[in-house]
C-alpha cells in the first residue's frame, strides 16, 4: 500500500480549518447523518439513461451518499455510458453481504480486510482502489486525558481510559464504529464504565453530544470538518496514525453468481471511476462547501500522474498557513534543497553560535502574507509557540529555519528573545 497521508492539495486545501496532516472516515457525512439503514432498494436512477434500458447495481455505504458524493459524481457515467446506476446505500458489512448473495454488479465500500477476503473467497473478479479519507480523535480543548499531539491512536485511548474522561462511541456498528472498536482492541482495551458512552447515533449527533459533554470521540474528518463551520468545540487532538487511514474500493461482483449479474457494465463503472476525469472530481468535491476534500482520490491511475503529490504528502515538515495568498508546505528535503544562508545568534546561555538553514523572509514570499495580516506564530513539533508581529519578521534579513543535526528545523532569529526561538518548528501560522 502507498504511504497513506493526505495528498498535498489536501493539505493546502485542509490547513486552514485543520492542523496536521493525515489520510486515512468511515461515514464522512457533513451536514445531516443518517443513523437509519435505507432498505436495499435502489434509490437513484435518471430517467433518460433509463430509456437504454441498460442497469448496474451498486451497493455501497451510507457515506458516499449522505455526503453527496454520488448525486455529484453518478450523472457524469449516465450521461457519457447510458447506463442507470441504481444505488442502494446499506452499511458496509450489509453491501458486502449484497455482493455476496449476487444482489449487486459492483460495491463500492470501505472495509479493507472485509475487501480482501471478499476478493479471496472468490465472490468479486477485480477490485481497485478508488478513494481514501481518515478518522481523528478529537475532543474539548482542555484535554483532560491528555492526549494532545500523540502519533499512536491506541495509546491516546488507553489514556482516556485510564483517566475515564468521557468517550462517546457512535455505538452503531457502522464502519466508524468498527474502527474505533479496532483501536480499542489495539489499545487492549475494553472500554466499560460511567466515561463510555455508547450512542448509537450517527456521526453528527455524536459530534453534537460530545461537544456538549467535553468528551472525547472517533470521527471521520470530513463530518468533523463540517461540524467546525457550524461552531464547535472540539479540537483535533490525535491524528495520522495508519491505523486511522480509510481507503475505499470499488468491486466487481463475479458473474458466477447468475446471469443476471452485469459485468460489461461493473466494467464499464469500475473503469470510469478509477480513471483521471472522476478522480479529479473527487478531488474537489466539498471544497466549495467545507473548504477542503471530503475523499482524496486514490486510483491507482490517479497516483501515476499524480506522483509528486505522493512524495509532498508523504512528509510535510514544515509549512505556512493562516493568512496567506496560498498556504504552503514542503517536505523536510524540500526544504533543505533552497537556498541556504548562515546566521549567528546567542542563545539563553550567552553562548554565540553560527546556525545554517533557509531565510525567513524569502519562505513568506513563497507563502505571500496578506496585507492585514499581523503576526506569526511558531508552532513546535512539542507544541510550544512563538509569536512575532509580522513586520519584525519580513524586515530580519537574517532570521532563518535552520536545519537541526536531529532532523527538522529551528527558528533562529538572531536579537530576538529566547522564546521566539522555537526549536522543532513545523508550521508558521500567519494572523
Ligand atoms: N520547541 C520549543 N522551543 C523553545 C522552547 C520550548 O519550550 N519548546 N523554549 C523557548 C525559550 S523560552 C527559550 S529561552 C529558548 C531556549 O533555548 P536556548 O537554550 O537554545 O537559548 O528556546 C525557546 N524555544
Ligand atoms: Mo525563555
Same mark, same amino acid.
Given at each position: ?11 493546502? %486545501?485542509? =490547513? ?30 435518471? #430517467? ?9 447495481? %451498486? ?14 459524481? =453518478? /450523472?457524469?457515467? &449516465? ?8 444505488? @442502494? ?40 482502489? @478508488? ?58 482495551? &475494553? /472500554? ?14 455524536? %459530534?453534537?453530544? #460530545? ?13 468533523? *470538518?463540517?461540524? $467546525?463551520?457550524?461552531?464547535?468545540? *472540539? ?29 460489461? =457494465? ?54 505556512? $498557513?493562516?493568512?496567506?495568498?496560498? &498556504? ?14 548562515? #546566521? ?10 553560527? +546556525? ?21 506564530? +511558531? ?53
Amino acid at each position: 500500500m502507498k504511504k497513506w497521508t493526505y495528498g498535498f492539495v489536501v493539505v493546502l %486545501l485542509a =490547513l486552514s480549518l485543520i492542523a496536521g496532516c493525515a489520510k486515512p472516515a468511515a461515514t464522512p457525512v457533513p451536514a445531516a447523518t443518517s443513523t437509519v439503514e435505507p432498505t436495499p432498494e435502489p434509490t437513484a436512477t435518471t #430517467a433518460a439513461a433509463a430509456d437504454e434500458g441498460q442497469r448496474l447495481i %451498486l451497493a455501497t455505504t451510507t457515506s458516499t451518499q449522505d455526503s453527496g458524493l454520488l448525486d455529484y459524481l =453518478l /450523472p457524469d457515467f &449516465e450521461a457519457e455510458t447510458k447506463i442507470v446506476v441504481d444505488v @442502494v446505500a446499506v452499511g458496509t458489512g450489509q453491501a458486502i453481504t449484497l455482493g455476496e448473495d449476487g444482489n449487486a454488479d459492483v460495491l463500492l465500500v470501505h472495509a479493507r480486510a472485509r475487501e480482501d477476503a471478499f476478493m479471496e473467497a472468490g465472490h468479486g473478479t477485480r477490485r481497485e482502489d @478508488v478513494m481514501y479519507n481518515d478518522f481523528v480523535i478529537v475532543g474539548p480543548k482542555a484535554d483532560p486525558a491528555g492526549i494532545k499531539g500523540m502519533k499512536d491512536a491506541a495509546a491516546a485511548l488507553a489514556k482516556i481510559a485510564e483517566a475515564k474522561a468521557s468517550f462517546v462511541s457512535r455505538g452503531d456498528d457502522s464502519g466508524t464504529h468498527t474502527k474505533e472498536k479496532a483501536i480499542w482492541a489495539a489499545a487492549s482495551v &475494553e /472500554p466499560a464504565g460511567d466515561w463510555y458512552i455508547s450512542a448509537g447515533q450517527g456521526m453528527g449527533a455524536v %459530534l453534537t453530544m #460530545a461537544d456538549e459533554q467535553q468528551a472525547y470521540t472517533l470521527s471521520d474528518r470530513a463530518t468533523y *470538518l463540517a461540524r $467546525t463551520l457550524e461552531g464547535t468545540d *472540539l479540537k483535533i487532538l490525535v491524528e495520522g496514525d495508519p491505523i486511522l487511514f480509510n481507503p475505499y474500493g470499488v468491486i466487481a461482483v463475479n458473474p458466477n453468481k447468475g446471469a443476471h449479474i452485469k459485468t460489461d =457494465l461493473a466494467t464499464q463503472f469500475i473503469d470510469w471511476l478509477v480513471s483521471l476525469p472522476t478522480q479529479e472530481k473527487i478531488a474537489q468535491f466539498g471544497v466549495d462547501k467545507f473548504g477542503a476534500p471530503l475523499f482524496t482520490p486514490d486510483s491507482t491511475a490517479w497516483r501515476e500522474a499524480h506522483p509528486a503529490d505522493e512524495q509532498a504528502s508523504g512528509d510535510v515538515a514544515l509549512k505556512i $498557513t493562516g493568512m496567506v495568498e496560498q &498556504e504552503v508546505g514542503w517536505t523536510e528535503d524540500q526544504v533543505k534543497a533552497m537556498e541556504t544562508m548562515d #546566521a549567528e545568534s546567542t542563545n539563553k546561555a550567552g553562548e554565540v553560535s553560527t +546556525y545554517t538553514g533557509v531565510s525567513i523572509v524569502s519562505l513568506l514570499n513563497l507563502a505571500k502574507p496578506q496585507a492585514d495580516a499581523q503576526t506569526v506564530v +511558531y508552532v513546535a513539533d512539542d507544541g510550544f509557540t512563538g509569536e512575532v508581529p509580522l513586520a519584525d519578521v519580513t524586515a530580519c534579513k537574517d532570521c532563518i529555519i535552520s536545519f537541526r543535526n536531529q532532523g527538522g528545523f529551528s527558528v533562529v532569529m538572531p536579537g530576538f528573545p529566547g522564546n521566539v526561538q522555537v526549536k522543532g518548528v513545523v508550521e508558521i501560522q500567519i494572523k
